[in-house]
């Protein structure tokens, strides 16, 4: 301190919110934080400020021991406050201390330590109690859970005589003819479908109607045949009519 000028000195007693550090090379301010150079010109703007003159207004000479034992110096960070309270760590400046306990958590968090105390409860704070919810919670939904019972289809032993390998629910029953013979009737205990040689016999009128649709089919082909071997000679007449060779130069002149 006494190597520093005399009017540097008397300015720093003007302002007491200004500590000198260690090194005597720079001053900080312990009511916003900020920390300048040791030089009278800074000191001047830096006091001449809106958010300076206003927390000096506000707490002249600011003493952080009015706010314990709710705010204590933090044991993990020494140049922090800590709120026990709320469980919050606070920068150690007057404006950040003042906009925490002026905010809602922080009244809400005093309002209730105070009815713990008339009515001889220990306070735990908010997010403690929401910790401890959190925690039950998942013991709680960490038991085992009912497995879901697995899925069988449906057995019916009413319908014995439709098995598994049952083809009649993919092809309709139009596709199975079966016999018009007196023999199903009397129950001769055979198939009720016919054999491939049965079937063959079965369908004489199915057979014709065959055969007169291949008649037509091959009238039909030798009449496109016919109009297309037409067709080609006409175009082919066409086709030598239009590449004909030209008449030589020498037959087009006339005789002198």
């Known amino acids: 301190m006494s190597e520093l000028p005399g009017d540097v000195r008397a300015f720093l007693r003007e302002h007491p919110s200004l500590r000198l550090q260690t090194d005597a090379r720079k001053v900080r301010c312990i009511l916003t934080g900020h920390e300048l150079p040791c030089r009278l010109p800074e000191l001047q703007v830096y006091t001449r400020g809106k958010k300076y003159q206003r927390l000096v207004r506000a707490s002249p000479a600011f003493d952080y021991a009015e706010f314990e034992p709710h705010i204590v110096p933090s044991t993990k960070?020494?140049?922090?406050?800590?709120?026990?309270?709320?469980?919050?760590?606070?920068?150690?400046?007057?404006?950040h201390v003042l906009r925490h306990t002026q905010g809602r958590r922080y009244q809400r968090a005093l309002c209730k330590y105070e009815e713990c105390q008339k009515q001889g409860v220990e306070y735990v704070p908010a997010c403690l109690v929401h910790r401890r919810r959190r925690r039950e919670d998942q013991m709680d939904g960490d038991g085992p859970r009912p497995r879901e019972a697995f899925w069988e289809p449906t057995s019916s032993d009413e319908g014995g005589a439709a098995s598994d390998d049952s083809m009649t629910d993919l092809y309709p029953p139009e596709l199975f003819t079966r016999k018009d013979l007196g023999s199903t009737e009397d129950g001769d205990g055979t198939d009720d479908f016919l054999t491939d040689k049965e079937d063959e016999k079965a369908k004489p009128p199915r057979e014709k109607a065959t055969d007169e649709g291949r008649r037509e089919t091959t009238v039909y082909r030798g009449l496109v045949q016919k109009r297309g071997k037409k067709q080609l000679g006409s175009l082919k007449k066409k086709f030598k009519s239009h590449h004909r060779k030209p008449k030589s130069f020498s037959s087009c002149k006339q005789p002198g």
């Open 77 to 95: 960070n020494p140049h922090q406050l800590f709120c026990k309270l709320t469980l919050r760590h606070i920068n150690k400046c007057p404006e």
